[in-house]
């Protein structure tokens, strides 16, 4: 079917960058939107950055520090992050809204495991 592998995750220090990578592969005919959520320990996951064609979408907390870019020819998604607070520290997943190169095609939202983002000193 349709598999997500996020990668790109690890230990940083408060104010130091990381960027996270995200591809989808399999029966794939297109991509609408991708997105990339967090979750940290005992709290909701929330998501952080979406983009869809040409149009992207923050979480307040993340504006100015994070940028979402996108790869459509090879299905791949990044989460480009400056200026790491350890508030931000969380599992970060990516997911994918696809239309599934399968018949009868269908659209359905497929889910990465996740990588760990941790920032501390």
């Known amino acids: 079917q349709v598999q997500v592998v996020e990668s790109g995750g690890g230990l940083v220090q408060p104010g130091g960058s990381l960027r996270l990578f995200c591809t989808a592969s399999?029966?794939?005919?297109?991509?609408?939107?991708m997105g990339w959520y967090r979750q940290a320990p005992g709290k909701q996951r929330e998501l952080v950055a979406s983009i869809s064609g040409g149009d992207t979408n923050y979480i307040d907390s993340v504006k100015g520090r994070f940028t979402i870019s996108r790869d459509n020819a090879k299905n791949t998604v990044y989460l480009q992050m400056n200026s790491l607070k350890p508030e931000d520290t969380a599992v970060y997943y990516c997911?994918?809204?696809?239309?599934?190169?399968?018949?009868?095609?269908?659209?359905?939202?497929?889910w990465g495991e996740g990588t760990q983002v941790t920032v501390s000193s």
């Open positions: 399999g029966s794939i005919f297109s991509i609408y939107t």
């Open positions: 997911n994918a809204d696809v239309q599934v190169r399968e018949r009868p095609t269908y659209r359905s939202v497929f």
